[in-house]
């Protein structure tokens, strides 16, 4: 079966607005000059002349094309050109098989994708994103072991890196390789986790996921890096130079940072981003916890009230000596006084709080994550 050019019996005209009676047309491949033969039949069997003309009302017959790009030239009956577009799109429909609800592949769920569902258990056509692995059929492997499993597999390969997605024994020289070995790759763990986009998903960096960017000027003999701003940066975050991971973030000084380790990079001008992702540009990477033990230097700078009272204390002492019975004894007379009003000078408070980890979990329903094979 081919397509129907034209469906309806609409005539052409010339640039005058006159019928183009006997107009003639010609069908070609693509914007090319070869070319291909029309039907007068949707089974293709009975095929019109070369070129197609037109009756005195400047209408075409019915006019059945093999699918595919076209060019269409139409000339009035004396050769004069009227119309000429070519690479006209053509595509052939999915075929029905019978009286059923047709899809298109880009209509279908591809594979690699992933979907939320609010159940437990398998489903047929994907496997749960759980941490286990997926291989061929003598693979042994955890969550799927069967020729279903390769085109996810391949997949998994490519796009994930090795830390995402490892493969058991290491990775060979291709997906296809690691198939036919009966390696196993991990399906990257949705457990406990909810998921988010890249950083720059192709776009500029949105700076959502705590990146601080800035640049640094930064020698491989030394842990510390100077930095053009330090604003947005924290101690324990990830930092990358040049693209390059460099480890964490240990301590932050003004504009000077110190890397758990040395950086593998030199030079002055460099790309700096802090992140508490590893690298929240690639594909896969995980990061987050369920709580949190705050440190002193994630506290905003701060001053607690302190309320020092006036006071005073009793002292006791004698106040004068009196005579005691005859002659010239005397005994010692005592009396009582306070001292004057005073401070203690007291500069800090008692040790307060307790110490607990702080909850991170935002409100959450939870369900299964499954990707498609």
Not at 203 to 209: F, K, R, V, W
Not at 298 to 321: F, N, V, Y
Not at 327 to 355: P, V
């Amino acid at each position: 079966m081919g397509f129907l050019f034209n469906p309806q019996p609409v005539p052409i005209f010339t640039a005058a607005g006159d019928f183009a009676r006997g107009a003639k047309a010609f069908f070609y491949s693509g914007a090319t000059t070869v070319p291909i033969v029309t039907y007068q039949d949707a089974a293709l069997e009975v095929a019109h002349p070369w070129p197609v003309v037109a009756d005195l009302c400047g209408v075409l017959p019915p006019i059945w094309l093999p699918y595919g790009p076209y060019r269409r030239k139409i000339t009035t009956a004396g050769g004069a050109l009227i119309s000429d577009v070519g690479d006209i799109p053509n595509p052939a429909p999915p075929d029905s098989g019978g009286d059923v609800v047709v899809t298109s592949a880009s209509q279908l769920l591809q594979t690699g994708q992933a979907i939320w569902m609010l159940r437990k258990g398998t489903l047929p056509g994907f496997v749960r994103m759980n941490g286990n692995t997926i291989g061929n059929p003598n693979s042994g492997a955890t969550e799927l072991a069967s020729d279903d499993a390769q085109a996810l597999f391949a997949f998994l390969w490519t796009q994930c890196d090795d830390d995402v997605a490892p493969v058991t024994g290491g990775r060979g020289a291709s997906a296809g390789a690691d198939w036919g070995a009966s390696k196993k790759i991990v399906v990257p763990t949705m457990q406990a986790r909810v998921a988010a986009g890249l950083d720059d998903m192709g776009g500029s960096t949105s700076e959502h996921l705590a990146q601080a960017i800035t640049t640094c000027t930064a020698d491989i003999s030394s842990t510390k890096v100077t930095v053009a701003s330090a604003d947005g940066l924290a101690v324990g975050m990830y930092a990358t130079i040049k693209d390059k991971a460099q480890g964490k973030i240990a301590a932050i000084s003004g504009t000077e940072v110190t890397l758990a380790a040395a950086p593998t990079v030199a030079g002055a001008n460099l790309s700096f981003r802090g992140s508490w992702f590893p690298d929240a540009r690639r594909v896969g990477a995980s990061a987050g916890v369920m709580s949190l033990a705050l440190k002193t230097e994630w506290l905003p700078a701060h001053k607690h009230a302190i309320e020092d009272k006036q006071h005073s204390h009793a002292i006791h002492g004698p106040a004068s000596s009196v005579p005691q019975g005859s002659g010239d004894t005397t005994a010692a007379a005592y009396g009582s006084d306070n001292t004057g009003l005073s401070y203690t000078g007291i500069t800090e408070t008692k040790d307060a709080g307790g110490g607990q980890p702080t909850p991170m979990i935002q409100p959450t329903r939870l369900g299964t994550f499954y990707l498609k094979l």
